[in-house]
Every structure is written in C-alpha cells, then in structure tokens.
C-alpha cells in the first residue's frame, strides 16, 4: 500500500488563495480596495528608488555567485527571485526599525545601508558578521534556522518595555522584523515566537519568504495549510502578498509595520516568492526539481514587471537605466576587487572576544598558539 | 556589620533583588518566576515589587525563554532566566550554545549578551527523571559562556549579583538539595568578596587536596571532618567557577599534598573532573604521589530515586578515594 502524505487525495487540493497583487506580472498597476491607499504616497521617484534597490540587489547576488565560483568566497546563498520581497518590506521600514535576518536578506542589507562588502566577508570566511548593527538596526545573519524570530520578538518585547510603542510620534514608535523562510516555519523557535508574540503584543512583524523550497524539501513538507493561515492559530493576522511585487510588499509590510508601532501586536506575512537559485552555491536544484517551474516563475520576474510599469507610465527614459546598469557595475567593480583584498585575519584573533575580558585559560592558549605559528619562522628564512 | 542567617533560596532572591534594585535594566524571566514565585520560591515577592514587566512569567518553552532573552539583551536589558529544572534546560539548549554564547565573539566584540542562566541542578531530592540532573559539563565545553555555581547562602548572595552585573554570560548553577540549607551572609561584605572566576579554599588541610563544587562542597567538609577524627587532614576547595575554571589553589594545594580527589554529582566521563585530572596532571605531575581520584555520579542516566544515593557521591565514598590515594 502506499501512504497518503499529500493535503489528500490527488486532485482535491483546495484552490490556492489570493494574494495580495497591485502590480501584475506583465507590469499592469492594478488597484486594491484596501492597499491602495498605503501606497497612495509612492510617486515616480520612489518607484525608481526600489527599482535601483532591485537592480542591484540582485547585481550584488549574481557577482556574489561568480566570486564564489572563482574561489574568492566559501559559499553564497543566492537572493535570486527574491528582490521585491526583500526591497518591498525593507523600504516600509523607518530608521529607527529593527531587523532580524536570516543569511539570505541581501537585498534588505542594502536597504539598510549594509555595505555589501560585509556580508561578502562572512562568506568569505574573514569574519563571522560585523557591520554596524546598532547604526544600521539591521542585526546579524542567523544561520540556524529560525533562531532570529525569537530575539526579533525579544528585542520587541524591550521596545515595548521602552514605551516605544503606540505613543504616536513618528520618531520613536518602533517595529521589529523577523525575516525568515518557509522551511523556518516547521523549527519549534518559530512557533516559540509566534507565542510569545502573540501573548505579549510584542510589535513584531513575522516576514516569511515562501520561496517553496527548503533545499531539496517542498512546501508540501513543511505544511498542509497556507503558511499565512498559521498565524489565526496564534491569535494575530495573517496575509499573503505576490513576493514578486515590490509594490505590493510594500504596502502590506507598511500596513503590518505600522500596527506592530501602534501597539496592535504581531502579524504575518507570507510573502509568495520562488527561489530561482539553488539554496546555496554548494546546491544542485536540478536534482529536485523541474526546470518548468524554473520557467513558470521566470515570467513572474520581480524586476522585470517593475520596468515594463516604468516604461509603459513615462516613470524612467533610457537615460535611467543606462545609468544605472553603469551604476550597478561599478559596484560590482567595487565588491570584486575590495572582496579579493579582504585581509585574512591574524591567527591570534581568534581569541580576542570569546570574552568581554580574555581569560587567563585563553591567553594562555593564545602564546601557545604564537609561540608554535613562531617555530615555523626560521624555518621559512632558511628555506 | 549586618550579617544574616538565611537559606541560600532565600540568598539568591536577595541578591536578585538587590541587583534589580541597582539596575531598572534587571529582568526576571521564566516560567511560574512571577506569581508563583519560582517552583523553589527563588523569585518569590519580586514580581510583587518590581511588576510584571520586569519578572515576567513566560509561556512554556525553554527555547523562547532563551531566544527572547537574547533579544531583550540586544536592546540592553539583563535578563535573568530562570529554567525550572536541570533536565529541562535543553529545548533551550540550541539557543545557548549556538547563539548566547557566540554573539560576542561573532559579532567582533561588539555585541555583548549579558544574560544569566539560573539552574537548580543536582539530585538526592527523591525527584522523578529529568529532576536531579548535573549537565555543567555541556556548558562549561561551550567556549563564550561562563559557568558558576555556588555551595552556600553567602557565595549564592554574591554570586548571584556578580553574574547579574558580568557582560558575559553566566550559566549559574544552583545546588537544589542545599536550597532550605542556612547560612551567614555578611551583607555588607561587597569589597571583600571574591571575584565571580574564582575557586577558594573552603577547609584548609595537608594530606589530601579534595576539589568540589555546589552540593558536594558540604559532602567534602563532612568528610573532611571525618577524616580528621582519623588523623588526616584534607584539603577542601570549592572550584566556583567551571568556566573559567580556575585552579590556582587545587595546584598550589596539590604541590603540598600530593594527592588529589576531584568530588561532582554529574557522570564521569568528559566531566569536569577529567579536566582537573589533566590540568593538574600538568601543572603538578612531579609533585603527585598518585593518581588524580575521581568520585562521581556513574555513567549511566540519572537513575530512579530510590536507588540516588547509591549513584551519588557522598562522605564515604569520599573517604575511600582518600583512602586510595595512599595505596600507592
């Protein structure tokens, strides 16, 4: 006999849910009763801000993958496909925001005014994360699946001890962000989050990126229910918006972003995306998964439906985008050549920030380990 | 001079209370801490005074508790958590490991997590599973985390604020079958009081140096009096501090006697008393006159309660390691 581990029987899959869309595919503004007016504010110059974010974010991505590929990094988890998702969400924060990534918010990083060059030096294996998270408030990458939804909630739950909550004052009013995946939201931490978000009222907003693919696993084995359905379960609302449409994340992050500030608690959101990479650069999708997909959603593009909007309204002429192609290359330039001169840390380093005060145990550790890297000295002399 | 007579439940609640009473910043956390007052009573009347934002009863998952910890410290709060029982500390186990403890040393230096982990720990209670377990040694492996535990009322009252004001984070073990035992604290002692990384003698001695920690520091004392009836004079130190282990006076003591008996509640394997026997197998390998004795829970899982006190150490089987110590 075989096992039933689909939602049921073959063909009485319940029909998917809408999605919350105000750009089509093919680049066709469509309006939306409610989302429109969070977006009524969005003119031609904030479109063409996004779709620069958008450029190159995804500029960054792919010379990220060609570095890897030349041996300059050790890995590189590809954002590819996932750029307005990313730029959507991260363009309703406001300053004083909080962000709480996994390791693949490449595009969020930009937002948040990350250099780049940063998070190419985690992959390259320099250092571990150390951009500037208090100025940015974008926080470390958390490789651990999941593991960032509960300090997102946490540092929420401080907001509001703060009374940075509901006050009214744009300035200090303040939301967190989980980002995280859907392959996350099978870990009990997020579960954990969605709990003690939900019970508190923590302003915390839950980014999910469904990109369907956890590796090799698909949706269907992370759940039975449409992800942004969880969400009633714990008590808070739920909703499920096109990841491919910037502007549509947009508003729906803003909406979500504003009500955690107000003081109205957590919400989901269940950004519908595809993950047209591999997982990472030690990845190889094709053994999973059909190439038909691939093309299915390539017509989904995230960038390409904003340039045809932008093209068909008058939004940018080809000056634009001749500038901006020049713009992305230079920073490709820039990332290449800063990425290969990256310094290797010193040995000794290791030991610096075990501890806020380095132990007698890890000094100790430290000679030992320079007086033995020192008995190579003569050697390489002589030699 | 102010010095009190008080159980070492009642030494920890006062030191949390003072050290929350010194910084608004102060967090209480974890499960039944708030108006229950703790399982053991440790937090009891701190939600009463302090309010429930800042002793907070927690939904029931040990990995929130943590994870949500590390956020309130990311905003500069110091939280404290509270994690009922040793053999439940481990839904929480991923977060401490793999995210308390390395967010200092990832983050350049830049990020601190000053969090504390509070955990009664150890057995001879009659308690069902998971409710006597000694799991130090899985944290003291753990580079970036510091792990104390106290053996009585006045070290519990210091040492409990020290971990609270440390910038790194503490796992800070509670000895559960000391908690209604009385002792002194001088209040009033804070210049005097040594630092939180430190072992100290706790009986002076010249045959046989005895290392131990929390429950078993009182079982060495005893043996130790014991011994003494019989004409030997043990030396008892009480190591504090698993990490940083600090054994400045377990060498300077075993250079004098020779001999050395490493005394915990936790199973023997790849427990703290290997590390002891081989760093003082280093330090001191002319000055022993046999080999380092380990006296310690068995390797197997915590047994059942009526069968406790034969897998725990206690006095004579503390004598007996003393006793083999000069057979050689």
């Known amino acids: 006999m075989t096992v039933e581990t689909a939602a049921g029987p073959a063909g009485s899959a319940p029909p998917e849910p809408e999605l919350v869309q105000l750009l089509t595919p093919e680049g066709q503004r469509v309006p939306h009763d409610r989302y429109d007016a969070l977006i009524a504010d969005v003119g031609p110059h904030d479109i063409r801000e996004m779709y620069r974010d958008l450029v190159l974010a995804r500029r960054i991505d792919s010379e990220a993958v060609a570095l890897q590929r030349q041996g300059e990094l050790g890995l590189w988890p590809s954002l590819l496909g996932q750029e307005a998702a990313q730029v959507g969400s991260a363009r ?3 300053a004083h925001d909080h962000v709480f990534p996994t390791y693949r918010e490449h595009g969020v990083a930009l937002c948040r005014g990350v250099d780049p060059l940063r998070l190419l030096a985690l992959f390259r294996g320099v250092d571990q994360g150390t951009w500037d998270t208090v100025g940015s408030r974008f926080h470390l990458y958390t490789i651990v699946i999941g593991a960032q939804t509960l300090h997102a909630t946490g540092y929420a739950m401080g907001v509001q001890r703060d009374g940075a909550i509901g006050t009214g004052d744009p300035d200090r009013d303040t939301a967190v ?31 999910c990126q469904n990109n ?21 379960g714990f008590g808070f609302p739920g909703v499920r918006v096109d990841g491919n449409d910037v502007l549509a994340c947009l508003a729906v ?25 591999a997982h990472t650069t030690s990845d ?17 593009d995230p960038i390409e439906r904003v340039k045809a909007y932008m093209v068909r309204n008058d939004i940018a002429d080809q000056a634009f985008f001749d500038d901006l192609t020049a713009q992305a290359d230079e920073l490709a330039e820039r990332l290449r050549t800063q990425c290969r001169e990256l310094p290797d840390p010193e040995p000794t380093s290791i030991f610096d920030h075990v501890y806020v005060e380095p132990t007698t145990q890890l000094v100790a550790q430290r000679d030992e380990m320079a007086r033995y890297l020192d008995s190579f000295a003569d050697q390489e002399v002589a030699r | 001079m102010s010095v009190e007579s008080m159980t070492l439940v009642k030494a920890i609640n006062s030191g949390l209370r003072r050290a929350m009473e010194g910084d608004d910043h102060v967090l209480v956390m974890g499960e039944d801490v708030g108006k229950l007052g703790g399982v053991f009573r440790v937090t009891d009347g701190l939600q009463k005074d ?22 309130l410290a990311l905003r500069g709060y110091r939280p404290v958590c509270e994690i009922q029982f040793d053999g439940f500390v481990f839904p929480g186990y991923d977060q401490i490991v793999s995210q308390v403890a390395k967010m200092h040393f990832r983050s350049g230096g830049r990020l601190r997590l000053p969090i504390v982990i509070r955990i009664p720990y150890g057995g001879s209670i009659g308690a069902v599973e998971h409710h006597s377990e000694s799991p130090e040694a899985y944290f003291a492996h753990t580079p970036g985390l510091k792990v104390v535990t106290c053996s009585n009322p006045a070290d519990a009252y210091w040492m409990i604020q020290q971990a609270v004001t440390a910038d790194d984070p503490v796992v800070f073990f509670e000895p559960k079958r000391r908690y209604y035992e009385k002792g002194d604290v001088d209040l009033d002692s804070a ?3 040594p630092p939180l990384e430190s072992a100290r003698v706790a009986a002076p001695g010249t045959d046989v140096t005895v290392a131990a920690y929390g429950p078993m520091v009182k079982t060495c004392l005893e043996a130790a009096a014991a011994a003494a009836d019989e004409g030997r004079s043990l030396e008892v130190v009480d190591l504090r501090s698993l990490s940083p282990l600090d054994l ?11 001999r050395l008996v490493v005394v915990h509640e936790a199973q023997r394997t790849l427990g703290i008393g290997a590390e002891v026997a081989a760093r003082v197998t280093e330090e001191c390998f002319y000055s022993l006159e046999a080999p380092v004795q380990r006296v310690t829970g068995y390797d197997t899982p915590y047994p059942s309660a009526r069968v406790e006190e034969e897998y725990l150490p206690d006095l004579d089987r503390v004598l007996d390691a003393v006793d083999r110590t000069f057979a050689f």
Not at chain 1, 284 to 300: F, G, I
Not at chain 2, 248 to 258: I, L
Request: without cysteine.
């Open chain 2, 50 to 71: 302090f309010g429930d934002a800042r002793v907070i009863d927690t939904p029931l998952a040990e990995s929130g508790i943590i994870g949500t910890a590390v956020g």
């Open chain 2, 191 to 193: 210049d005097s009081v």
């Open chain 1, 212 to 232: 369907q693919w956890a590796i090799s696993e698909p949706l269907e084995r992370q759940t039975r229910v449409p992800l942004y359905k969880r969400a009633g």
């Open chain 1, 284 to 300: 190889d999708p094709t053994r999973y998964r059909l190439d038909a997909e691939l093309e299915h959603w390539k017509l989904k």
């Open chain 1, 92 to 94: 309703a924060l406001r």
């Open chain 2, 248 to 258: 400045t006076p377990v060498v300077e003591s075993v250079r004098r006697t020779g």
């Open chain 1, 177 to 207: 962000v989980a980002y995280f995946g859907d392959g996350a939201t099978s870990q009990g931490d997020v579960n954990e989050a969605f709990i003690w978000a939900s019970v508190t009222n923590a302003p915390v907003v839950f980014f």
């Open chain 1, 253 to 277: 992050s803003r909406e979500a972003l504003q009500r955690a500030r107000d003081g109205e608690g957590p919400t989901l959101v269940e950004a519908f995306t595809y993950r047209m990479g």
